[in-house]
């Protein structure tokens, strides 16, 4: 049966739909570098909290939950994104995110902790909805690719921020990292000189997008929960509770704990980097088999393997562990040509929330039997997500045309 054609409006340039625009990915995966740069500074302040509050690994791991609470605006975001422009969200947010994260070491409390950091999760929130579908707007055919690039500048981020955090307090002190909110603020600078005229809406005719929607919507999202939920303790366990690990278990240095996040997430650049673009090659469900066959298997054998391996084993962990996340979302995009940016909000809405329930499962389970076991847990569990690739829709064969 032959599809028919969807008009969409580039926006951003003047240029054939199915135009690769290099420059205008990069400045948004530049967006996602400096936000997500800040977002990481939570994880190896993890066992500093924990020291200065006296609190345990539920409590400390859970702080994390509190940016993810603003993830039910994802939907609302996205619903928005496809209608009007929001292009100042994206602007604005790796300024205020940076904000945000820069003053933890000021807050005196938990109560306080918590506040900042749910500001900062509406920021990020705010991001992370439209960006993505803006990406795949200025991709054309190569969503893919892409996603690859945008994922690939937020795994540098979350390999950058563990040692920009820990450099930023040998410079000022814990207290002092609120200086480092500049950063965030120059970046929103250079997206409002290369964004402000962006219009990000697509140019949709009919009224039927919406059932168009909520039609695929009830195939496919069904499928991604099962997948995510199989896998979503494992990548909380790593994301989250890595440094303590490193700290609590391998008496590893405050250096060396925020190392060992910033060796997995190099290693998710890379794989961010190739699995997108390679999805687009091979096909989305073939490389989702490879990467969630391989990563508990890595997970189990860095936890009891011998230490002289953990290193490359670390790498490996990152490349399969993070990188179908790109995989994922260009599938998203592929199946929601007329709503992205809502499928996209509502895809990280799920996300996110899964997310938080993964945090306090590995909390509650590290509590009670170790982080090893937690750990080891979290990688036979995310063997269940294998079975639901089988469910996954195939890519879609949709013509854009200008």
Not at 49 to 62: K, V
Not at 111 to 139: C, E, N, T, Y
Not at 231 to 258: F, G, H, K
Request: glycine residues 8%.
């Amino acid at each position: 049966m032959t599809t028919p054609a969807i008009s969409v409006e580039t926006p951003i340039i003047d240029a054939p739909s199915d135009t690769f625009q290099t420059e205008q990915v990069l400045t948004i995966g530049a967006g996602h570098l400096v936000n997500d740069t800040f977002s990481s500074f939570l994880a190896p302040l993890l066992p500093l909290i924990q020291s200065t509050l006296g609190i345990g690994y539920a409590a400390a791991g859970s702080l994390a939950i509190f940016v993810q609470i603003p993830s039910l605006l994802n939907p609302f975001i996205g619903y928005l994104a496809d209608k009007v422009s929001v292009r100042y969200f994206v602007i604005l947010a790796p300024g205020i995110t940076a904000t945000a994260f820069s003053c933890l070491g000021l807050a005196p409390t938990y109560a306080a902790l918590a506040m900042l950091l749910f500001v900062a999760g509406i920021s990020i929130a705010a991001f992370h909805a439209p960006a993505p579908a803006m990406v795949a707007k200025v991709s054309g055919a190569q969503v893919g690719k892409g996603m690859s690039i945008f994922m690939a500048s937020g795994e540098l981020a979350r390999a950058l921020g563990p040692m920009l955090v820990v450099a930023g307090i040998a410079w000022f002190g814990v207290d002092g990292i609120w200086r480092m909110a500049i950063l965030g603020w120059g970046m929103s600078v250079i997206l409002y000189a290369r964004l402000r005229t962006v219009a990000a809406t697509p140019r949709v005719p009919g009224a039927s997008a919406m059932d168009t929607f909520w039609t695929t919507a009830r195939r496919l999202f069904p499928v991604l929960v099962w997948l995510l939920a199989g896998r979503i303790m494992m990548v909380a366990a790593l994301t989250t509770y890595l440094p303590i690990y490193m700290n609590d278990e391998r008496q590893a240095s405050l250096w060396l704990a925020a190392g060992a996040l910033t060796i997995l997430q190099a290693a998710g650049v890379a794989g961010a980097l190739a699995t997108g673009t390679l999805s687009d090659r091979w096909g989305r469900r073939r490389i989702l088999l490879v990467l969630l066959s391989l990563a508990p298997f890595l997970m189990i054998a860095f936890l009891y393997g011998p230490e002289w391996l953990a290193v490359p084993l670390l790498l490996l962990l990152g490349f399969a562990s993070i990188s179908p996340q790109p995989v994922i979302l260009a599938l998203v995009q592929d199946q929601f040509p007329l709503n992205r940016a809502l499928a996209n909000g509502t895809y990280l809405a799920v996300t996110f929330l899964l997310q938080a329930g993964g945090i306090w499962l590995v909390g509650m389970l590290s509590d009670r039997y170790g982080l090893t076991i937690a750990f080891a847990a979290s990688a036979v569990v995310a063997l269940l997500s294998i079975p639901a690739i089988r469910w996954l829709p195939g890519r879609a064969k949709i013509a854009v045309n200008v």
